[in-house]
């Protein structure tokens, strides 16, 4: 189920969120320690994760470094090329 809404809703701010929020989940952390690795404070990544707030492109890259994360999924949802560890949990 979970694969369906991240696929469906494409780049839609809720769908973003849910996809940003269920892979710091999968790596336990906090929002805090989720947006510090990804050179970001919490004030900044916060509304991204509770689709207050589009992410921005800029935001986007920072994770995508950060977490090996392609722009293709936390765009759009496409799996095929994320860290196994975190495409499982998916």
């Given at each position: 189920m979970?694969?369906?809404?991240?696929?469906?809703?494409?780049?839609?701010?809720?769908?973003?969120?849910?996809?940003?929020?269920?892979?710091?989940?999968?790596?336990?952390?906090?929002?805090?320690?989720?947006a510090?690795k990804?050179e970001?404070?919490?004030?900044?990544?916060?509304?991204?994760?509770?689709?207050?707030?589009?992410?921005?492109?800029?935001?986007?890259?920072?994770?995508?470094?950060?977490?090996d994360?392609?722009?293709?999924?936390?765009?759009?949802?496409?799996?095929?090329?994320?860290?196994?560890?975190?495409?499982?949990?998916?």
């Open positions: 979970m694969l369906i809404m991240l696929e469906e809703l494409e780049d839609k701010p809720e769908a973003i969120a849910a996809r940003l929020k269920r892979v710091r989940e999968i790596l336990s952390l906090s929002k805090k320690d989720f510090a990804a970001l404070s919490e004030q900044v990544y916060g509304p991204w994760e509770n689709a207050r707030r589009p992410i921005t492109y800029e935001g986007a890259k920072k994770i995508r470094k950060a977490y994360l392609s722009l293709e999924f936390i765009y759009f949802g496409k799996i095929d090329d994320l860290p196994h560890r975190i495409a499982k949990e998916l």
